[in-house]
């Protein structure tokens, strides 16, 4: 089992910056990849970035290109999601997620609201 504790959400202006971690515990040495997915008020869950645990290779949705930044602390288990110019349609429950012996977990998630 994995468990994932997500951290750092908020309310913040358009234009504005949060950073957000994501701390993994258990069965973490076979982690294969974590990253990070949003769910808006009346929409589906979507992928927003996700880094290879071995080689740190980031990959991102094209909605967030060039303003959110990806980074993983192998030695604390913990992946961060970096978010710069954050716009009123990033306003969403951001949720963790890691890939561990093929299985994916989640965390419970973590609220961003952006205010125009």
């Known amino acids: 089992q994995v468990q994932l504790v997500e951290s750092g959400g908020g309310l913040v202006q358009a234009g504005g910056s949060l950073r957000l971690s994501c701390a993994a515990s258990?069965?973490?040495?076979?982690?294969?990849?974590m990253g990070w997915f949003r769910q808006a008020p009346g929409k589906e869950r979507e992928f927003v970035a996700h880094?290879?645990?071995?080689?740190?290779?980031?990959s991102y949705a094209d909605s967030v290109k060039g303003r959110f930044t990806i980074s993983r602390d192998n030695a604390k288990n913990t992946v961060f999601l970096q978010m710069n110019s954050l716009k009123p349609e990033d306003t969403a429950v951001y949720y963790c997620?890691?890939?561990?012996?093929?299985?994916?977990?989640w965390g419970k998630g973590t609220l961003v609201t952006v205010s125009s």
């Open positions: 997620n890691a890939i561990v012996d093929g299985i994916s977990y």
């Open positions: 258990g069965r973490t040495y076979s982690m294969y990849r």
């Open positions: 880094i290879r645990w071995s080689s740190g290779s980031p």
